[in-house]
């Protein structure tokens, strides 16, 4: 594990991996996830690069960043990261939320990307009914915080998987329990206020896919589709819902192997 001092806060990370046919990737977690979610997938990948994983600011070992942090700050981080580990080039694969923020540091720092992965993402903007419930959820936060933490992460999988990965369910959970009120407040409202990249993503001439779920809760399979094909993006469908990586993971797997 280790760390960097930004800001006055303490962004934490890890490189693995024993390769070097391929440029090095950046594995990005989902909100309310920590680098732990790349555990299963890291040996593997590692055999063909350098794989960093980082702990996004609020969230895992980093849970105590002060202040606001939005898209551009928490991609700044990433590129801080980099930096500190001396590396200028890469490809990257996020999930959800770290889609949001590979997608923000591809706005910010093309030159360094070779390659996006979106996993359960999408480069749109927040509707303005799920912005709402942003809203909802910052409210809800403030008085009863361990209660969303549980629905949030209950309502990403369908009664079915809640079952089949009920400890990895828990252990997610217990996890994100850890987390502090202001900080996910703060990463509510950047997911609330995030730019849309659609046109970021579609100008991009590097490598481009987009990872969904066809039981996806939060992402709607046919809106997906159209998008993909707008923005000339490989698109992957995967049984199972927001969470491939955990859902459909060895398929995931297999597709994050042709990542260059």
Known sequence: MMKLQYKNNEIFYKISGSGHTKIPLVLLHGFLEDMAIWDDFKEGLGKERQIICIDLPGHGRSKNFSGSHNMQEM??????????????????AGHSMGGYVGLEF??????????????????AEDTVERKKIRDRSIDIVETNKDAFVSMAIS??????????????????????????????QQT???????????????????GKTIIAGIDDTL??????????????????????????????????????????
Request: hydrophobic share 45%.
């Open 219 to 260: 992402i709607e399979v046919t809106d997906i589709q159209k998008l993909a094909e707008a923005i000339n993006s490989d698109l992957k469908l995967l049984e199972g819902g927001h969470n491939s990586w955990m859902e459909m993971s060895e398929k995931l797997y297999r597709n994050m192997l042709l990542v260059d």
């Open 155 to 184: 309502n990403l999988f369908s009664a079915e998987s809640r079952e089949v990965f009920k400890d990895e369910i828990d252990r997610l959970k217990q996890a994100a329990f850890r987390l502090n009120i202001e900080n996910i």
């Open 188 to 206: 509510l409202k950047a997911m609330r206020d995030r730019k849309d990249h659609t046109m970021t993503l579609k100008k991009f001439k590097g």
């Open 75 to 92: 991609a700044n981080i990433v590129a801080a990261v980099l930096n500190d580990a001396g590396i200028q080039k890469i490809s990257l």
């Open 106 to 123: 591809l706005d910010n720092f093309p030159m360094m990307l070779k390659d996006i992965m979106l996993i359960n993402s999408t480069p």
